[in-house]
């Protein structure tokens, strides 16, 4: 079992940069591959960015490519989500989570443990 914990959410203005952290306790951290995903109201759940055991393997959706960047500490067992150039489209319920395999994958099926989520939320 592992524990997700999603924080660094917040109101911020356009343009603007928050970085998002999420902790996990129980298993082994490094075993797992980790993704963010979010939610704006009234949508789908989407994939923000995920990144592979080690850090050396990132995937971005093309839509996010270039203003947020993914990385992990494994000695801190905590997954990151740097977000600049803000806009408000970004607003949205972001999720950590968590994928039984080294590898990045693109698919939420794939990814076994979920956070509760934080929320962001860009101004105009």
């Known amino acids: 079992q592992v524990r997700l914990v999603e924080s660094g959410g917040g109101l911020v203005q356009a343009e603007g940069s928050l970085t998002l952290s999420c902790a996990a306790s129980?298993?082994?951290?490094?075993?797992?591959?980790m993704g963010w995903f979010r939610q704006a109201p009234r949508k789908e759940r989407d994939l923000v960015a995920a990144?592979?055991?080690?850090?050396?393997?990132?995937y971005y959706p093309d839509s996010m490519k270039g203003r947020f960047t993914i990385s992990r500490d494994n000695a801190k067992n905590t997954v990151y989500l740097r977000m600049n150039s803000l806009k408000p489209e970004d607003t949205a319920v972001y999720y950590c989570?968590?994928?039984?395999?080294?590898?990045?994958?693109?698919?939420?099926?794939?990814?076994?443990?979920w956070g509760q989520g934080t929320q962001v939320t860009v101004s105009s």
């Open positions: 129980g298993r082994t951290f490094r075993d797992y591959a």
């Open positions: 990144i592979n055991w080690n850090g050396g393997d990132t």
């Open positions: 989570a968590a994928r039984d395999r080294f590898d990045v994958s693109i698919r939420q099926n794939e990814y076994k443990y």
